[in-house]
Protein backbone atom coordinates (compact mmCIF):
# COMPACT_ATOMS: atom_id res chain seq x y z
CA UNK A 1 0.00 0.00 0.00
CA UNK A 2 1.21 3.50 -1.24
CA UNK A 3 -1.28 6.16 0.33
CA UNK A 4 -4.63 5.86 2.09
CA UNK A 5 -7.26 8.29 2.48
CA UNK A 6 -10.57 8.84 4.52
CA UNK A 7 -13.04 9.67 2.00
CA UNK A 8 -17.08 10.30 2.67
CA UNK A 9 -20.05 8.42 0.43
CA UNK A 10 -21.98 10.99 -1.36
CA UNK A 11 -24.26 8.41 -3.62
CA UNK A 12 -24.19 7.41 -6.93
CA UNK A 13 -25.17 7.98 -10.74
CA UNK A 14 -23.74 6.97 -13.78
CA UNK A 15 -21.05 8.12 -16.44
CA UNK A 16 -20.34 7.66 -19.88
CA UNK A 17 -17.20 6.27 -21.21
CA UNK A 18 -15.82 4.72 -24.64
CA UNK A 19 -19.49 4.31 -25.41
CA UNK A 20 -20.36 2.48 -22.26
CA UNK A 21 -22.59 3.64 -19.18
CA UNK A 22 -21.01 2.94 -16.26
CA UNK A 23 -22.37 3.45 -12.47
CA UNK A 24 -20.13 4.74 -10.17
CA UNK A 25 -20.09 5.38 -6.91
CA UNK A 26 -19.33 8.87 -5.75
CA UNK A 27 -16.72 9.42 -2.96
CA UNK A 28 -15.46 12.89 -1.77
CA UNK A 29 -12.17 13.26 -0.39
CA UNK A 30 -11.54 16.46 1.59
CA UNK A 31 -7.81 17.01 2.30
CA UNK A 32 -6.55 14.54 4.72
CA UNK A 33 -3.65 15.43 7.45
CA UNK A 34 -0.75 13.43 8.40
CA UNK A 35 -1.33 13.23 11.98
CA UNK A 36 1.48 11.19 13.35
CA UNK A 37 4.08 8.49 10.98
CA UNK A 38 4.48 5.39 12.17
CA UNK A 39 7.72 3.75 11.89
CA UNK A 40 9.58 0.15 11.93
CA UNK A 41 12.13 0.94 14.61
CA UNK A 42 9.41 2.60 17.31
CA UNK A 43 6.73 0.84 16.84
CA UNK A 44 7.49 -2.65 14.51
CA UNK A 45 5.65 -1.34 11.39
CA UNK A 46 5.33 1.76 9.02
CA UNK A 47 1.77 3.61 8.65
CA UNK A 48 0.16 6.70 8.78
CA UNK A 49 -1.99 7.81 10.93
CA UNK A 50 -4.49 10.37 8.63
CA UNK A 51 -7.08 12.46 10.02
CA UNK A 52 -10.08 13.79 8.01
CA UNK A 53 -13.22 15.84 7.98
CA UNK A 54 -13.34 19.14 9.83
CA UNK A 55 -15.54 20.25 12.60
CA UNK A 56 -15.61 23.32 15.01
CA UNK A 57 -13.24 22.56 17.77
CA UNK A 58 -15.60 22.29 20.88
CA UNK A 59 -17.34 19.03 18.94
CA UNK A 60 -14.47 16.39 19.54
CA UNK A 61 -12.69 15.69 23.23
CA UNK A 62 -9.96 17.52 23.90
CA UNK A 63 -6.96 14.58 23.73
CA UNK A 64 -8.06 14.54 19.62
CA UNK A 65 -8.41 18.85 19.26
CA UNK A 66 -4.80 19.18 21.25
CA UNK A 67 -3.33 15.85 18.82
CA UNK A 68 -4.44 16.91 16.08
CA UNK A 69 -3.68 20.87 16.28
CA UNK A 70 0.13 19.96 17.91
CA UNK A 71 0.16 17.70 14.59
CA UNK A 72 -0.29 20.60 12.62
CA UNK A 73 2.68 23.30 14.24
CA UNK A 74 0.70 24.73 17.63
CA UNK A 75 2.28 24.44 20.74
CA UNK A 76 -0.02 23.24 23.54
CA UNK A 77 0.29 26.77 25.10
CA UNK A 78 -1.08 28.33 21.95
CA UNK A 79 -4.06 25.58 21.78
CA UNK A 80 -4.50 26.54 25.64
CA UNK A 81 -4.95 30.64 24.87
CA UNK A 82 -7.08 29.52 21.89
CA UNK A 83 -9.68 27.57 23.58
CA UNK A 84 -9.71 30.70 26.65
CA UNK A 85 -10.50 32.99 23.97
CA UNK A 86 -13.67 30.53 23.59
CA UNK A 87 -14.12 31.48 20.07
CA UNK A 88 -11.46 30.77 18.02
CA UNK A 89 -11.25 30.59 14.39
CA UNK A 90 -7.73 28.77 14.45
CA UNK A 91 -8.50 25.66 15.86
CA UNK A 92 -10.21 23.03 14.81
CA UNK A 93 -11.13 18.77 14.75
CA UNK A 94 -11.02 16.07 12.88
CA UNK A 95 -14.11 13.73 13.04
CA UNK A 96 -11.97 10.61 11.72
CA UNK A 97 -8.59 9.29 11.95
CA UNK A 98 -7.20 5.96 10.98
CA UNK A 99 -4.27 4.31 10.69
CA UNK A 100 -2.98 2.79 7.25
CA UNK A 101 0.08 1.10 6.54
CA UNK A 102 2.12 2.16 4.21
CA UNK A 103 5.58 0.56 2.76
CA UNK A 104 7.67 4.17 2.71
CA UNK A 105 7.04 6.59 5.15
CA UNK A 106 10.06 8.49 3.64
CA UNK A 107 7.84 10.81 1.66
CA UNK A 108 5.65 12.62 4.46
CA UNK A 109 6.02 14.47 7.61
CA UNK A 110 3.19 15.55 10.59
CA UNK A 111 1.09 18.03 9.53
CA UNK A 112 0.99 17.34 5.42
CA UNK A 113 -2.49 17.35 3.51
CA UNK A 114 -2.57 14.43 1.55
CA UNK A 115 -5.85 14.65 -1.23
CA UNK A 116 -6.76 13.15 -4.19
CA UNK A 117 -3.53 14.57 -6.59
CA UNK A 118 -2.38 11.01 -5.22
CA UNK A 119 -4.89 8.62 -6.96
CA UNK A 120 -5.12 8.42 -10.92
CA UNK A 121 -7.96 7.73 -13.24
CA UNK A 122 -8.05 3.84 -13.68
CA UNK A 123 -6.24 3.11 -10.55
CA UNK A 124 -7.08 0.00 -8.70
CA UNK A 125 -8.06 0.48 -5.33
CA UNK A 126 -9.05 -1.03 -1.93
CA UNK A 127 -12.14 0.55 -0.24
CA UNK A 128 -13.20 -0.52 3.65
CA UNK A 129 -16.52 0.97 5.02
CA UNK A 130 -19.13 -0.60 7.19
CA UNK A 131 -22.45 -1.94 5.93
CA UNK A 132 -26.00 -0.90 6.42
CA UNK A 133 -27.47 -2.31 9.66
CA UNK A 134 -30.30 -4.31 9.31
CA UNK A 135 -30.85 -5.40 12.62
CA UNK A 136 -31.77 -8.39 13.88
CA UNK A 137 -32.02 -10.89 10.79
CA UNK A 138 -33.82 -14.76 9.83
CA UNK A 139 -31.55 -17.09 8.79
CA UNK A 140 -32.76 -16.67 4.97
CA UNK A 141 -32.06 -12.89 4.87
CA UNK A 142 -29.16 -13.47 6.43
CA UNK A 143 -27.32 -16.63 5.44
CA UNK A 144 -29.23 -17.22 2.07
CA UNK A 145 -30.75 -20.38 3.56
CA UNK A 146 -33.39 -21.35 0.97
CA UNK A 147 -37.10 -21.02 2.00
CA UNK A 148 -39.79 -24.00 2.94
CA UNK A 149 -42.85 -25.14 1.52
CA UNK A 150 -45.48 -22.31 0.90
CA UNK A 151 -48.34 -24.43 0.99
CA UNK A 152 -49.83 -27.99 1.85
CA UNK A 153 -49.51 -27.44 5.48
CA UNK A 154 -46.12 -26.36 6.00
CA UNK A 155 -44.93 -24.74 9.21
CA UNK A 156 -41.27 -24.28 8.14
CA UNK A 157 -41.60 -20.88 5.41
CA UNK A 158 -38.88 -19.02 7.02
CA UNK A 159 -37.28 -21.52 9.58
CA UNK A 160 -33.86 -22.47 9.82
CA UNK A 161 -34.44 -26.18 10.23
CA UNK A 162 -32.65 -28.81 11.88
CA UNK A 163 -29.80 -27.00 14.17
CA UNK A 164 -27.82 -30.19 14.53
CA UNK A 165 -27.24 -33.89 16.05
CA UNK A 166 -29.72 -36.05 18.60
CA UNK A 167 -27.62 -37.35 21.64
CA UNK A 168 -24.08 -37.29 20.19
CA UNK A 169 -22.90 -34.53 20.54
CA UNK A 170 -26.08 -33.32 22.71
CA UNK A 171 -24.90 -29.57 21.98
CA UNK A 172 -25.46 -27.10 18.97
CA UNK A 173 -22.08 -27.35 17.45
CA UNK A 174 -20.40 -23.28 17.86
CA UNK A 175 -20.46 -21.27 14.92
CA UNK A 176 -24.31 -22.45 13.19
CA UNK A 177 -26.17 -19.85 11.72
CA UNK A 178 -28.31 -18.47 13.22
CA UNK A 179 -30.60 -15.57 13.43
CA UNK A 180 -29.50 -12.47 15.17
CA UNK A 181 -27.54 -9.27 14.28
CA UNK A 182 -27.12 -7.88 11.14
CA UNK A 183 -24.94 -5.38 9.02
CA UNK A 184 -22.97 -2.57 10.20
CA UNK A 185 -19.80 -4.92 9.89
CA UNK A 186 -16.67 -4.23 7.91
CA UNK A 187 -16.33 -5.16 4.43
CA UNK A 188 -13.28 -4.33 2.48
CA UNK A 189 -13.53 -4.99 -1.35
CA UNK A 190 -10.27 -5.03 -3.54
CA UNK A 191 -9.64 -3.78 -6.84
CA UNK A 192 -12.12 -1.25 -7.62
CA UNK A 193 -11.11 0.72 -10.46
CA UNK A 194 -11.24 4.91 -9.98
CA UNK A 195 -13.95 5.90 -13.54
CA UNK A 196 -13.17 9.39 -12.94
CA UNK A 197 -11.67 12.46 -11.05
CA UNK A 198 -12.57 16.25 -10.53
CA UNK A 199 -10.01 17.73 -8.64
CA UNK A 200 -11.65 21.09 -7.94
CA UNK A 201 -14.53 19.15 -6.13
CA UNK A 202 -12.21 16.93 -4.39
CA UNK A 203 -14.66 13.97 -5.92
CA UNK A 204 -13.84 10.52 -7.00
CA UNK A 205 -15.83 8.21 -8.77
CA UNK A 206 -15.62 4.20 -8.24
CA UNK A 207 -16.69 1.76 -10.55
CA UNK A 208 -19.57 -0.14 -9.07
CA UNK A 209 -21.23 0.23 -5.35
CA UNK A 210 -19.81 0.87 -2.16
CA UNK A 211 -21.04 -0.50 1.30
CA UNK A 212 -22.75 1.79 3.67
CA UNK A 213 -25.18 4.45 3.63
CA UNK A 214 -25.24 8.23 2.03
CA UNK A 215 -22.15 9.96 4.09
CA UNK A 216 -20.47 7.31 5.70
CA UNK A 217 -17.05 7.05 5.76
CA UNK A 218 -14.96 4.82 3.37
CA UNK A 219 -11.52 4.29 3.64
CA UNK A 220 -9.10 4.09 0.34
CA UNK A 221 -5.99 2.86 0.20
CA UNK A 222 -3.84 2.20 -2.84
CA UNK B 1 -26.43 21.64 3.07
CA UNK B 2 -24.87 21.81 -0.39
CA UNK B 3 -26.12 19.78 -3.23
CA UNK B 4 -22.60 17.89 -3.98
CA UNK B 5 -24.30 15.43 -5.89
CA UNK B 6 -26.03 17.50 -8.02
CA UNK B 7 -23.42 19.57 -9.39
CA UNK B 8 -21.72 16.25 -10.16
CA UNK B 9 -24.41 15.56 -12.50
CA UNK B 10 -24.46 18.86 -13.80
CA UNK B 11 -20.82 18.37 -14.25
CA UNK B 12 -21.52 15.52 -16.48
CA UNK B 13 -24.53 17.22 -18.19
CA UNK B 14 -22.64 20.15 -19.21
CA UNK B 15 -19.56 18.05 -20.17
CA UNK B 16 -21.76 15.98 -22.63
CA UNK B 17 -23.81 18.70 -23.76
CA UNK B 18 -20.61 20.79 -25.75
CA UNK B 19 -19.94 17.83 -27.36
CA UNK B 20 -23.64 16.83 -28.88
CA UNK B 21 -27.37 18.38 -28.73
CA UNK B 22 -29.43 16.76 -26.99
CA UNK B 23 -32.72 15.91 -28.66
CA UNK B 24 -35.63 17.05 -28.19
CA UNK B 25 -39.18 15.37 -28.15
CA UNK B 26 -42.26 14.34 -25.97
CA UNK B 27 -43.89 11.23 -26.07
CA UNK B 28 -46.33 9.98 -28.95
CA UNK B 29 -43.89 11.32 -31.12
CA UNK B 30 -42.86 8.93 -33.93
CA UNK B 31 -39.07 9.06 -34.18
CA UNK B 32 -36.18 7.33 -35.93
CA UNK B 33 -33.22 6.80 -33.27
CA UNK B 34 -29.18 6.54 -34.33
CA UNK B 35 -27.31 4.41 -32.91
CA UNK B 36 -23.73 3.96 -33.65
CA UNK B 37 -22.98 0.10 -33.65
CA UNK B 38 -18.89 -0.44 -33.45
CA UNK B 39 -18.39 -4.39 -35.25
CA UNK B 40 -14.85 -4.48 -35.06
CA UNK B 41 -12.91 -1.22 -35.53
CA UNK B 42 -15.24 -0.48 -38.08
CA UNK B 43 -18.56 1.93 -37.29
CA UNK B 44 -21.95 2.64 -38.41
CA UNK B 45 -25.13 3.79 -37.71
CA UNK B 46 -27.91 2.26 -37.32
CA UNK B 47 -31.61 3.22 -36.91
CA UNK B 48 -34.29 2.22 -35.01
CA UNK B 49 -37.70 3.82 -36.13
CA UNK B 50 -40.91 4.20 -33.61
CA UNK B 51 -43.19 5.74 -31.15
CA UNK B 52 -41.56 7.21 -27.62
CA UNK B 53 -43.81 5.37 -24.87
CA UNK B 54 -41.66 7.09 -21.94
CA UNK B 55 -39.60 9.60 -20.83
CA UNK B 56 -37.93 8.83 -17.56
CA UNK B 57 -35.24 10.46 -15.26
CA UNK B 58 -33.72 13.89 -15.18
CA UNK B 59 -30.31 15.31 -16.30
CA UNK B 60 -27.60 12.54 -17.24
CA UNK B 61 -29.97 9.51 -16.12
CA UNK B 62 -32.68 9.83 -18.14
CA UNK B 63 -33.55 7.46 -20.58
CA UNK B 64 -36.26 7.15 -23.15
CA UNK B 65 -38.26 4.28 -24.42
CA UNK B 66 -39.16 3.66 -28.35
CA UNK B 67 -41.18 1.23 -29.25
CA UNK B 68 -42.25 -0.35 -32.53
CA UNK B 69 -44.03 -3.28 -34.02
CA UNK B 70 -41.97 -5.62 -36.11
CA UNK B 71 -43.34 -8.57 -38.44
CA UNK B 72 -46.13 -8.53 -35.44
CA UNK B 73 -43.64 -8.56 -32.52
CA UNK B 74 -43.58 -5.59 -30.16
CA UNK B 75 -40.20 -4.49 -29.81
CA UNK B 76 -39.06 -1.83 -27.26
CA UNK B 77 -35.79 -0.48 -26.74
CA UNK B 78 -34.43 1.64 -23.81
CA UNK B 79 -31.73 4.46 -24.69
CA UNK B 80 -29.56 6.84 -22.72
CA UNK B 81 -30.32 10.06 -23.65
CA UNK B 82 -26.87 11.87 -22.84
CA UNK B 83 -25.38 8.36 -24.13
CA UNK B 84 -22.49 8.51 -26.37
CA UNK B 85 -24.57 5.63 -28.65
CA UNK B 86 -27.53 7.91 -29.44
CA UNK B 87 -26.15 10.01 -32.09
CA UNK B 88 -29.23 11.48 -33.40
CA UNK B 89 -32.93 11.73 -33.30
CA UNK B 90 -34.99 12.30 -35.77
CA UNK B 91 -38.59 13.02 -35.14
CA UNK B 92 -40.81 12.02 -38.05
CA UNK B 93 -44.10 13.08 -36.61
CA UNK B 94 -44.93 15.05 -33.60
CA UNK B 95 -47.74 12.60 -31.61
CA UNK B 96 -50.57 14.40 -29.75
CA UNK B 97 -51.38 12.50 -26.34
CA UNK B 98 -52.87 13.12 -22.84
CA UNK B 99 -50.96 10.45 -21.09
CA UNK B 100 -46.87 10.97 -20.08
CA UNK B 101 -46.54 7.25 -20.04
CA UNK B 102 -48.43 5.67 -23.31
CA UNK B 103 -48.23 2.03 -21.95
CA UNK B 104 -51.92 1.69 -23.28
CA UNK B 105 -50.48 1.60 -27.05
CA UNK B 106 -48.84 -1.75 -25.78
CA UNK B 107 -52.55 -3.82 -25.86
CA UNK B 108 -53.28 -2.11 -29.04
CA UNK B 109 -52.97 -3.45 -32.54
CA UNK B 110 -53.86 -1.94 -36.08
CA UNK B 111 -56.26 1.17 -36.02
CA UNK B 112 -56.51 1.57 -32.10
CA UNK B 113 -52.80 1.84 -32.05
CA UNK B 114 -52.45 4.91 -33.66
CA UNK B 115 -51.59 8.03 -32.45
CA UNK B 116 -52.77 11.62 -33.27
CA UNK B 117 -50.65 14.24 -34.92
CA UNK B 118 -50.00 17.11 -33.16
CA UNK B 119 -50.30 20.28 -35.70
CA UNK B 120 -48.40 23.33 -34.67
Given at each position: ?39 E ?15 K ?5 K ?29 F ?19 D?I ?37 H ?6 E ?10 G ?33 L ?5 L ?5 S??Y??? | ???L???I?K???EK ?29 L ?15 E ?21 G ?28 S ?8
Amino acid sequence: MKVGLIGKKIGMTQVFKDGKRIPVTVVKVEPNYVLQIKNERNDGYNALQMGALKNKWYRGTKPILVHVMTALGMSKEEIEKEIKKRKSDKLFTLQVLKEFKIEDTKNYKVGDIIDISKMAVDDKVTIIGNTKGRGFQGVVKRYNFHLGPKSHGSHSYREPGSVGMCADPGRVLKGKKMPGHMGTNQITIKGVIIVDIIPEKGVLMVKGSLPGATNSVVYIQK
Amino acid sequence: MEDLMGEIKKHYEEKIRKEKTIPKFSVGDTVKVWIRVIEGNKSRLQGFQGVVIRKKGKGIEATFTVRRVSMDVGVERIFPLYGPTVEKVDVIKKGKVRRAKIYYIRERRGKSARIKERKK
